[in-house]
């Protein structure tokens, strides 16, 4: 009988989020975090949003065209997450976490 394999790796493969953790720190100097989400408060309908911030918690001026590719990179490494909920996406260590929790945990 062949084994089958797992749709839930192990130990799963995070040199992709690394690679674009480097790729993001490239293309927009002085970022820390990157929060995600698609809800867009000035439209209708799901829309890639991010909002990017330095090592000091202060907001870094993109264009819109950086933030909707940043965002849209963002959502194709982690497909399965709840995107209607903001997450935060940390460049120095490349994890994913919800944003109400990394606020919790500061103590906001």
């Known amino acids: 009988m062949l084994a089958t394999p797992s749709v839930n790796?192990?130990?799963?493969?995070?040199?992709?989020?690394?690679?674009?953790?480097?790729?993001l720190a490239e293309m927009i100097p002085g970022a820390a975090t990157i929060r995600v989400s698609l809800t867009d408060p000035s439209r209708a309908w799901p829309h890639p949003?991010?909002?990017?911030?330095?090592?000091?918690?202060?907001?870094?001026?993109?264009?819109r065209t950086t933030a909707t590719v940043a965002a849209r990179w963002i959502l194709r490494v982690w497909p399965e997450v709840d995107w209607m909920r903001p997450h935060t996406f940390c460049l120095a260590d490349a994890t994913l976490a919800r944003s109400d929790l990394v606020a919790a945990e500061r103590g906001r």
């Not at 790796?9 to 790729?23: E, G, V």
């Open 9 to 23: 790796l192990a130990c799963p493969d995070t040199r992709r989020q690394h690679r674009l953790a480097a790729q």
């Open 49 to 63: 949003r991010a909002a990017v911030r330095d090592e000091g918690g202060k907001a870094l001026e993109v264009s």
